[in-house]
C-alpha cells in the first residue's frame, strides 16, 4: 500500500488541465466518495497493526496533497479565465497623470546650471549646524541681532546648535577643509523662525556661490553677477549693485535687476521704480578667511547669495509664497511645461 502511495504522490504532482471538464474530472478521480483517496481510506482496515501510524501518515499526506494541487489548478484556471475576460486590447490606453518638476528645484537648477558654466562646482552641507558655521565664522559679532532668538531657531537641548538660517554656512564648511582656488555654489534649504504669511515662511531655499583665489577682485563679481542676469532673466536685463552690510563681505552690496514685468518702465510689482533685488554680495571679509585657516594676505574672494522663492517668483509671477510648500497638484501641475 505505501508503493501505491508513493507512486499517486508523483503522480499528482505531475497533474495538469486544459479546461473545467478535465479538472472535474480529475476532482472525481481523486477526491471523490468513490474516488481514490477514499477506496484507500476504506482499506486502511486491513493494514497491519505495526504499520497502521506508517501508513495513515501517509495517506493523509496524499488526501491533503491531492486536495492542494486540484485547488491551485482551479486558480490558475479561474484566474485565466478572469484575464481573457478582462482584456480588449484594441482600447485606448487610460490616460497616465506624470508628475511635474516642483518650481523651486526648476529654477535651482536652472541657477545652478548658470554657474557651473562659470566653472563653479556643488557643494553641500547638514541643515542642522552649529553656531560657528552658521554665525561666527562668518564674522557675526556675539550680540548681532541676527542671531536673536526671533530669527534663529535653536536645538532646544543645545543652544549652540541651530537650523541654519543661510547657507553661507556651507562656504565656511568648504574653506576650512580646501585651500583655494575654491570655486563653489551652495544650494540648500535654510529655516527662520518668522511668522508665515504670503511673504514669508519659516522655511526657504537659498543659492550661494563663493569664489577664493589669487587677487580675486570686485570687478570679477560684478562681471559673473551681469552674466547670470542676462542669463537667467534675458540678455536686455540690466544690474545695479547699492551699497550694503553684511558681517561677512567687505565691501558688501546689493543687487537688483531691471524689472522683467516693465522692461525697467515701472509697474506695481517693482513698486515703480523699474528695479528689483535678487541677492546680496560682497567681498569675502578677510576675517573670514582666517576664521577658516586660509591666509587672507594671499588670497580674496567674492561671494554672493539669494533666495530661490524669490527668483521664482520673478520667473513665474507667484504671489503667494506659501503655495511652494502646500503641494497643491493643480499649482504645481503648471510648471510640467516649464522644462
Ligand atoms: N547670507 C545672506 C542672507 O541670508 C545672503 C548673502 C549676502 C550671502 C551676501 C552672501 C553674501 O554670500 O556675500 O541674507
Given amino acids: 500500500m505505501l508503493d501505491k502511495i508513493h507512486s499517486l504522490l508523483s503522480e499528482i504532482d505531475r497533474l495538469s488541465v486544459s479546461n473545467a471538464d478535465e479538472l472535474e474530472a480529475l476532482r472525481i478521480k481523486y477526491l471523490s466518495k468513490k474516488g481514490i483517496v477514499s477506496a484507500l481510506m476504506d482499506d486502511f482496515r486491513n493494514v497491519a497493526p505495526g504499520q497502521k501510524r506508517e501508513v495513515g501518515m501517509k495517506l493523509n499526506e496524499l488526501k491533503q496533497k491531492a486536495q492542494e494541487k486540484i485547488q491551485s489548478l482551479k486558480e490558475m484556471f479561474d484566474g485565466n479565465k478572469e484575464k481573457n475576460l478582462d482584456i480588449d486590447l484594441t482600447r485606448t490606453a487610460y490616460p497616465v497623470s506624470l508628475g511635474a518638476r516642483h518650481p523651486i528645484s526648476i529654477v535651482k537648477e536652472e541657477i545652478c546650471d548658470i554657474f557651473k ?22 564674522n557675526f559679532a556675539e550680540d548681532h541681532p541676527a542671531r536673536d532668538m526671533q530669527d534663529t531657531f535653536f536645538i532646544e537641548s543645545n543652544p549652540d546648535i541651530v537650523l541654519r538660517t543661510h547657507t553661507s554656512s556651507v562656504q565656511t564648511r568648504v574653506m576650512e577643509k580646501t585651500q583655494p582656488p575654491i570655486r563653489i555654489i551652495c544650494p540648500g534649504r535654510v529655516y527662520r523662525n518668522e511668522a508665515i504669511s504670503y511673504r514669508a515662511h519659516c522655511f526657504f531655499h537659498q543659492v550661494e556661490a563663493l569664489y577664493v583665489d589669487k587677487d580675486v577682485s570686485f570687478a570679477d563679481l560684478k562681471q559673473a553677477l551681469l552674466f547670470f542676469a542676462k542669463e537667467m532673466f534675458g540678455n536686455e536685463t540690466k544690474i545695479r549693485l547699492r551699497p550694503s552690510y553684511f558681517p561677512f563681505t567687505e565691501p558688501s552690496a546689493e543687487m537688483d535687476i531691471s524689472c522683467n514685468l516693465c522692461g525697467g518702465e515701472g509697474c506695481p510689482f517693482c513698486k515703480y521704480t523699474g528695479w528689483v533685488e535678487i541677492l546680496g554680495c560682497g567681498m569675502v571679509d578677510p576675517n573670514v578667511l582666517d576664521n577658516c585657516g586660509i591666509d587672507s594676505k594671499s588670497y580674496t574672494g567674492y561671494a554672493l547669495g539669494m533666495g530661490i522663492e524669490r527668483i521664482t517668483n520673478l520667473k513665474y509671477q507667484v504671489k503667494d509664497l506659501r503655495m511652494f510648500s502646500e503641494n497643491d497638484v493643480s499649482f504645481l501641475k503648471q510648471f ?3 522644462h
Avoid at 125 to 137: I, Q
Fill in 117 to 138: 558654466r562659470l566653472g563653479f562646482s556643488i557643494a553641500e552641507g547638514p541643515e542642522v549646524e552649529d553656531d560657528w558655521h552658521v554665525f561666527s565664522s562668518l
Fill in 336 to 338: 510640467q511645461s516649464a
